[in-house]
């Protein structure tokens, strides 16, 4: 009963998002439609939320604070 939870990055400054349903994708694929996306809106306070698409799948939205920014641990 537990089905992955499809998870999508904004960026930090982003309130509004359209965000592209994975499992829907599928499902409009296979009939040929191409309305798989849905728009949702995540306050700046609020790190993370958990949507529902249009049929109801759960979609975890994540901001992303450093999307611009490279890693600077990483090794030259
Ligand atoms: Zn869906």
Redo the contacts with the bound molecule.
Sequence with gaps: MSEPVQVVAISATSTAFTAV?E??LG?DTAVGLTA?T?AGRLDLDLPEGVFL?????Q?TVARVETAAEPARTAAA
């Design positions: 349903c499992i829907c499902i798989s849905f698409c249009r049929r109801g799948h979609v």
